[in-house]
T-cell receptor
Framework: DTGVSQNPRHKITKRGQNVTFRCDPISEHNRLYWYRQTLGQGPEFLTY????????KSRLLSDRFSAERPKGSFSTLEIQRTEQGDSAMYLCASSPLQGTSGTSPKDTQYFGPGTRLTVL | LAKTTQPISMDSYEGQEVNITCSHN???????ITWYQQFPSQGPRFIIQ???TKVTNEVASLFIPADRKSSTLSLPRVSLSDTAVYYC??????????????FGSGTRLSIRP
């Protein structure tokens, strides 16, 4: 399977603990995105990387959240001192830089299955 | 910021054609319209993308009027497996801020036998 993978798929933790999630994008994709999704809502943008550079961070990404993509391949999202409000599905997506021709889709994002975080 | 408005939910029956309309009154010149499908406990999946007029692929068609202030996703002959949430996104897809691409709450489509 050459799609986007995320680990772990589920994580249960106690409030105050640190958690780290990993995302492995499609190998030739330059861009990697992190989203958070709560029940009944669409994904909310958190941050994105182009290769190893973190180009944007949402205001949703508090100081307790940090993301890295050290070699421009896989990425990690760490949440420090978790709070119950952090409970959500964390989605990773990757995309090529842009469509290769005028008619191919622009920046189509390919999503992983997500990591469901429950903070007790 | 090109915000989109979609119906919260829709119901239909197997074999019917389903049309989901999305309003995006302040779409910008460089913006594309993209639709994603999401099943429970899975990440969204790209369905179709267009800029103007009509686009068709193996799973759906996308109709965009000349003023581009709305778009309609058309699913022909739906089946039970088309039950999902459908998101309409508007943005220039990679040429500017990724944070400006907003999923919204989507349309929850339920297909009945």
């Amino acid at each position: 399977d050459t799609g986007v993978s995320q680990n772990p798929r589920h994580k249960i933790t106690k409030r105050g603990q640190n958690v780290t999630f990993r995302c492995d994008p499609i190998s030739e994709h330059n861009r990697l995105y992190w989203y958070r999704q709560t029940l009944g809502q669409g994904p909310e943008f958190l941050t994105y990387f182009q290769n190893e550079a973190q180009l944007e961070k949402s205001r949703l990404l508090s100081d307790r959240f940090s993301a890295e993509r050290p070699k421009g391949s896989f990425s990690t999202l760490e949440i420090q001192r978790t709070e119950q409000g952090d409970s959500a599905m964390y989605l990773c997506a990757s995309s090529p830089l842009q469509g290769t021709s005028g008619t191919s889709p622009k920046d189509t994002q390919y999503f992983g299955p997500g990591t469901r975080l429950t903070v007790l | 910021l090109a915000k989109t408005t979609q119906p919260i939910s829709m119901d239909s029956y197997e074999g019917q054609e389903v049309n989901i309309t999305c309003s995006h009154n302040n779409i910008a010149t460089n913006d594309y319209i993209t639709w994603y499908q999401q099943f429970p406990s899975q990440g969204p999946r790209f369905i179709i993308q267009g800029y103007k007029t009509k686009v068709t692929n193996e799973v759906a068609s996308l109709f965009i009027p000349a003023d581009r202030k709305s778009s309609t996703l058309s699913l022909p002959r739906v089946s039970l497996s088309d039950t999902a949430v459908y998101y309409c996104l508007v943005g220039d897809m990679g040429y500017s801020s990724a944070s400006k691409i907003i999923f919204g709450s989507g349309t929850r489509l339920s297909i009945r036998p």
